[in-house]
């Protein structure tokens, strides 16, 4: 069975500044990443995912993340937040076994201006 | 584009009793998802339905049913509300079963239980 950790339950950043958002997932196998936005009171928007390639993947809203095999981790990062990016994002992982996607706690990101 | 919509918002409840919750898409996909979302613990998978009238148990599927009776509709019951249980139910939908395909998410219906 897959799992995967969102160390950071909350992380502060102000407008301007760059951010990275963590994700650890353990699984052996060929597995599928993706982060979801979710802004409050609202469902959660897909962001982008990783299966394999490339390892920097783009989303939308100036999002990129980062699959590392080595590190068993897939890291968002925004180079320069806007006060709007202020959401919880979620990690998650399937696998090509057809496991269901799994998801991290959570990370509540707040942008300050 | 299409949407979810989430039937009703806002749901208080009381203690062993039965509530339903709805959800209805517009894209035609093939594939719906109910999860609970617990403050802290990201979202869980309780239901997941692969076509009409298809059921699959997800992690958390005790204490609840669910329905599939349209391709478009996906309803979730919960059979007895423990009181004091506080979540949102989301409802999602994929093109296909398909493990990496993306999910779209309705904005959740909220519970409350007195």
């Known amino acids: 069975t897959q799992t995967v950790s969102q160390s950071d339950a909350h992380v502060t950043v102000f407008e301007g500044d760059s951010v990275e958002l963590r994700c650890n997932y353990s699984?052996?196998?060929?597995?599928?990443l993706s982060w979801y936005i979710q802004h409050h009171g609202r469902g959660l928007q897909f962001l982008l995912k990783?299966?394999?390639?490339?390892?920097v993947v783009q989303g939308v809203n100036g999002f990129e993340a980062e699959f590392s095999k080595s590190d068993s981790s897939f890291h968002l990062r925004k180079a320069s937040v806007h006060w709007s990016d202020s959401a919880v994002y979620f990690c998650?992982?399937?696998?090509?076994?057809?496991?269901?996607?799994?998801f991290g706690q959570g990370t509540i990101l707040k942008v300050y201006l | 584009g299409g949407i979810i919509t989430q039937t009703p918002k806002f749901l208080i409840g009381q203690e062993g009793q039965k509530l339903t919750l709805k959800c209805q898409q517009n894209f035609n996909h093939d594939t719906m998802y109910w999860y609970r979302q617990d403050s802290g613990k990201g979202l869980r998978l309780i239901y997941y339905s692969i076509t009409e009238n298809d059921l699959q148990k997800g992690d958390l599927s005790e204490g609840y049913d669910a329905s599939r009776e349209k391709k478009s509709s996906f309803s979730l019951t919960v059979t007895s509300a423990q009181k004091n249980e506080m979540a949102v139910f989301l409802c999602a939908s994929s093109i296909t079963p398909s493990s990496n395909e993306r999910l779209f998410f309705g904005h959740g219906t909220k519970l409350s239980v007195l």
């Open positions: 998650a992982v399937s696998t090509s076994s057809g496991q269901k996607l799994v």
């Open positions: 990783y299966y394999s390639g490339n390892p």
């Open positions: 699984y052996g196998g060929s597995i599928y």
